[in-house]
T-cell receptor
Framework: GQQLNQSPQSMFIQEGEDVSMNCTSS?????WLWYKQDPGEGPVLLIA?????ELTSNGRLTAQFGITRKDSFLNISASIPSDVGIYFC?????????FGTGTRLQVTL | ETGVTQSPTHLIKTRGQQVTLRCSSQ?????VSWYQQALGQGPQFIFQ???????GRGNFPPRFSGLQFPNYSSELNVNALELDDSALYLC??????????FGPGTRLLVL
């Protein structure tokens, strides 16, 4: 099946730092999604990307759909404690979402 | 507007037992998808229901089955539970092809 490789696996950063994580797939897809999951909760959609090269922002978050359509990255600027959680990239095909393995973000004061 | 709700929040079962998990979709959504999330992993697609019919299935055995009701709520049934079925089970509702909104999940522990 489709594999999504997400890196890094975990990150420990200080409040105020910028964060970057990325995701690569083995195939070409038309939609990249980025979700965040807090402890005890389901994933929440952060950003959706629909076109190769697209760069989209949502507050301090910025995501890009790679030109090759096989990768995407998510940047978080000026991190704050509530950014703590697990970030997943995901691809949408027909009825289902395929998720990456996640990047666990820890923010220290 | 009420979001996606799931019940129960936690459940403990023993091997061989059967379990039923429930999901109420967000108002206006007629599609429900179920995912299994093992510890430290991303969610894995189990199946989707649209207008009470299964509309896509992931790589899960037939002992994972589901139902969708006329009010678009849904059940996930798992028979003959195995230890590896221990996971967080997530339900997501949507309109067809649109953004999926997830509930908080049901954490199942199989002993």
């Amino acid at each position: 099946g489709q594999q999504l490789n997400q890196s890094p696996q975990s990150m420990f950063i200080q409040e105020g730092e910028d964060v970057s994580m990325n995701c690569t797939s083995s195939s070409i897809f038309n939609t990249w999604l980025w979700y965040k999951q807090d402890p005890g909760e389901g994933p929440v959609l952060l950003i959706a990307l629909y076109k190769a090269g697209e760069l989209t922002s949502n507050g301090r978050l910025t995501a890009q759909f790679g030109i090759t359509r096989k990768d995407s990255f998510l940047n978080i600027s000026a991190s704050i404690p509530s950014d703590v959680g697990i970030y997943f990239c995901a691809l949408r095909t027909a009825s289902k979402l395929t998720f990456g393995t996640g990047t666990r973000l820890q923010v220290t004061l | 507007e009420t979001g996606v709700t799931q019940s129960p929040t936690h459940l403990i079962k023993t091997r061989g037992q059967q379990v039923t998990l429930r999901c109420s979709s967000q108002s206006g959504h007629n599609t429900v998808s179920w995912y299994q999330q093992a510890l430290g992993q991303g969610p894995q697609f189990i199946f989707q229901y649209y207008r009470e019919e299964e509309n896509g299935r992931g790589n899960f055995p037939p002992r994972f089955s589901g139902l969708q009701f006329p009010n678009y709520s849904s059940e996930l049934n798992v028979n003959a539970l195995e230890l590896d079925d221990s996971a967080l089970y997530l339900c997501a509702s949507s309109s067809p092809g649109e953004t999926q909104y997830f509930g908080p999940g049901t954490r199942l522990l199989v002993l």
